[in-house]
């Protein structure tokens, strides 16, 4: 019998599209329509967040490219782009990440992000369904909570 290798490399999703809308995933696609379904869907990646603001790195960076390619020299005294993040789905009331597999970036990310929401104050509950049954989890809760 033989054994099956685990995937490795990075995670590549199927882009889908459904009402004229282009998903980054088939889970992406079916957190709308269970959305949709159930009246609850109000805007997908329509809210971007800005965690960390660019900035200017004045001093010296002597390093090779982001991936380790390239020559060895200075790579600073210049700007650092910001870090930002666009939450698949949101509403007044929820914010929705649907995430598989995450990448390297992504927990990171989703720290950072929390940490913006409780910056600035921004009650609404986060979910990130990871799958079909997580994601009827996640309407089951939102529902649940609107109506109360």
Do not use: H
């Not at 390093?63 to 020559?71: I, L, T």
């Not at 409780?118 to 996640?138: A, G, H, V």
Request: aromatic share 12%.
């Amino acid at each position: 019998m033989k054994k099956r290798s685990r995937k490795k490399g990075p995670v590549r999703s199927k882009k889908v599209s459904v009402d004229g809308i282009d998903f980054a995933s088939g889970l992406e696609k079916y957190m709308y329509t269970v959305l949709k379904e159930n009246k609850l869907f109000d805007m997908y990646e329509g809210e971007v967040f800005q965690l960390i603001e660019g900035f200017t790195f004045g001093n010296t960076s002597i390093e090779k490219q982001g991936n380790g390619k390239g020559d060895y020299m200075n790579r600073g005294e210049k700007k650092v782009q910001g870090i930002k993040y666009t939450p698949d789905f949101s509403s007044y009331d929820y914010i929705i990440e649907t995430k598989g597999r995450a990448n390297e970036r992504f927990p990171m990310v989703w720290k950072l992000f929390k940490r913006w929401l409780t910056n600035n104050k921004d009650t609404r509950s986060i979910y990130k369904p990871s799958n079909q049954l997580t994601c009827n989890e996640t309407i089951r809760i939102i529902l649940e909570k609107r109506k109360a």
